[in-house]
Nanobody, 118 residues
Framework: QVQLVESGGGLVQAGGSLRLSCAASGTFRYIFNIELMAWYRQAPGKQRELVAGITRDGSTNYADSVKGRFTISRDNAKDTVYLQMNSLKPDDTAVYYC?????????WGQGTQVTVSS
């Protein structure tokens, strides 16, 4: 019902920036009712953790570790959510996953690798 495709990952030096995108597609009724979109990340050997989330009306929340460095935004007309990541650190290295909540069901993208070199 909902497909999520991430893009924008890559290799960057510490202090650099990357912008991730996540485009949602699928059944119109589901896309129109996406309640929340978020970015999660999972580093090797660690649990998946929430990075940032944004509701349809634009309310946001962030993990403490990324506050002031990352910004989540959403373009409802394009059904796309973005994650602007600045001042990247090696600890930000992980696979980043896009997530959408629709009718209380969670959908996930395939993930995009972000690697920050020191």
């Amino acid at each position: 019902q909902v497909q999520l495709v991430e893009s924008g990952g890559g290799l960057v030096q510490a202090g650099g920036s990357l912008r991730l995108s996540c485009a949602a597609s699928g059944t119109f009724r589901y896309i129109f009712n996406i309640e929340l979109m978020a970015w999660y990340r999972q580093a090797p050997g660690k649990q998946r953790e929430l990075v940032a989330g944004i509701t349809r009306d634009g309310s946001t929340n962030y993990a403490d570790s990324v506050k002031g460095r990352f910004t989540i935004s959403r373009d409802n007309a394009k059904d796309t959510v973005y994650l602007q990541m600045n001042s990247l650190k090696p600890d930000d290295t992980a696979v980043y996953y896009c997530n959408a909540v629709v009718f209380a069901f969670l959908y996930w993208g395939q993930g995009t690798q972000v690697t920050v070199s020191s």
